[in-house]
């Protein structure tokens, strides 16, 4: 499970879904809550599990109210083939696909977003025009999940600091061990969209986003975009990622990073939990920042994961709310999950002590271009949280498309500034 994640996962589900437009559900004179709603999820392996709990402790609460889980693997291209109609739920996770000025065709506002600001963090990711449209169900740092064991086992004891640094790691991860040094779960595609954060990293401050929305060509070298993108490639290129990136299987690698058969991936935060809840040794599995420091610190944006928001179509408008209420103020799934809580003054993630450690200072971005920067990224046709050019940028490194680092930066770079000319004229 992902995000954003954006990530972030999950069991298979068919279009055919309960519909989220189910009939009669109000709030009555006497405030009572009534009526049926179907809740979407990514995390199918919750589904029957802690999400049935989660159902138990809100009828508690809201007891004329029946909820119906929904868990769908492949989250994003599936919800948005739903959402080309009017049955994609009653509360669902807005998908990555969809921009600011699309948000009141989809989803029912959920107030100002000055006032929700007030209570929750990461309100910015999702507003239009002044108004919330989703609560994040929990807030990640950005790093890689890495096997302990295995780096120390290669000599490396200290976190590199440079990605030149990195790549050395990597290539005494595979010297010394039988391990793949980075697995890049290219099949699965949406981890690949996991790298787009780390540019926050590189830069060490909450301007990437206005970096992007005034740059005609984000690839030059030495710019975040490209030092990201750039030790992909090279890891690529070096042969420290899996034989066969056509092969990779994202369930498989869960367990296998915790069985010492893989050294490193790059994942949110929100990971960490995940693999070491499938390992016999969980401590051998840890959170590791970018290999890049401004100041003598590393750094980590924090953000929200997926925001769970209301159908504009819903007939139970109401519930579904009290829904999104509930799961952000009472479930504890962010805690749960070693995510940073939606609520303001929430404690910080007890899995992330490797990032206390070694004094990672954490930073929400500045989000006032990131409708704009979302309208490059769209008429570009590039998908920054989409896994295709990634997946072109692997191809490259491994020899299977003809491209070299700088055929494919220069694609991105025109590709880039078109699209930024075009919406800023």
């Known amino acids: 499970m992902k995000r954003r994640s954006r990530i972030l996962v999950l069991a298979a589900a068919g279009l055919v879904a309960l519909s989220g437009c189910s009939a009669g559900s109000d709030s009555g004179a006497d405030g009572r809550i009534d009526g049926e709603i179907t809740v979407l999820t990514q995390r199918t392996d919750l589904v029957d599990t802690v999400f049935e709990q989660y159902k138990q402790e809100f009828a508690k609460l809201h007891p004329e109210v029946k909820v119906t889980f929904q868990g769908i693997t492949d989250y994003e291209g599936e919800v948005k083939i739903r959402m080309s109609s009017q049955d994609y739920g009653d509360v669902l996770l807005i998908p990555e696909s969809i921009t600011p000025e699309q948000l009141p065709s989809y989803f029912e506002p959920l107030g100002d977003a000055a006032e929700l600001e007030k209570k929750y963090r990461f309100v910015p990711e999702q507003t239009f025009e002044g108004k919330a449209y989703g609560i994040a169900i929990t807030g990640n740092a950005f790093g890689f999940v890495y096997n302990k064991k295995l780096w120390q086992q290669a000599g ?6 440079t990605p030149a640094q990195f790549l050395d790691a990597l290539r005494a991860i595979g010297e010394k061990t039988d391990a793949t040094p980075l697995y890049t779960n290219y099949r699965n595609g949406w981890p690949l969209a996991q790298w787009e954060d780390l540019r926050a990293s590189v830069a060490g401050q909450p301007d990437v986003i206005t970096r992007l929305a005034d740059s005609d060509a984000p690839w030059t070298p030495g710019d975040p975009q490209e030092i990201v993108d750039t030790l992909l490639f090279d890891a690529v290129a070096g042969k420290l990622t899996e034989e066969d990136p056509t092969t990779t299987d994202w369930e498989t690698s869960k367990k296998a990073i915790g069985e010492g058969k893989i050294a490193t991936m790059v994942l949110g935060s929100w990971a960490l939990t995940q693999v070491r809840e499938l390992s016999a040794t969980p401590e051998d599995l840890g959170y590791l920042p970018f290999p890049a420091q401004v100041g003598g610190r590393f750094h980590s944006a924090i953000a929200g994961d997926y925001k769970n928001a209301v159908s504009v179509h819903s007939k139970n408008k109401d519930a579904a709310r009290a829904w ?29 002590t490797d990032f206390e450690d070694l004094g990672v200072t954490y930073f929400e971005l500045d989000r006032s271009k990131d409708a704009l920067v979302k309208k490059i990224d769209k008429t570009a046709e590039i998908g920054l949280y989409q896994p295709t050019y990634r997946q072109t940028l692997i191809d490259a490194a491994r020899g299977a498309n003809g491209k070299s680092k700088e055929d494919v930066f220069g694609e991105l770079n025109q590709r880039w500034a078109e699209a930024k000319s075009q919406v800023t004229s």
């Open 156 to 161: 490396v004891t200290a976190p590199p600091t």
């Open 324 to 352: 999104v209420d509930w799961f952000a103020d009472k479930s504890g799934y962010a805690t749960a999950q070693g995510g940073f809580t939606p609520l303001l003054g929430g404690p910080e993630p007890d899995s992330l």
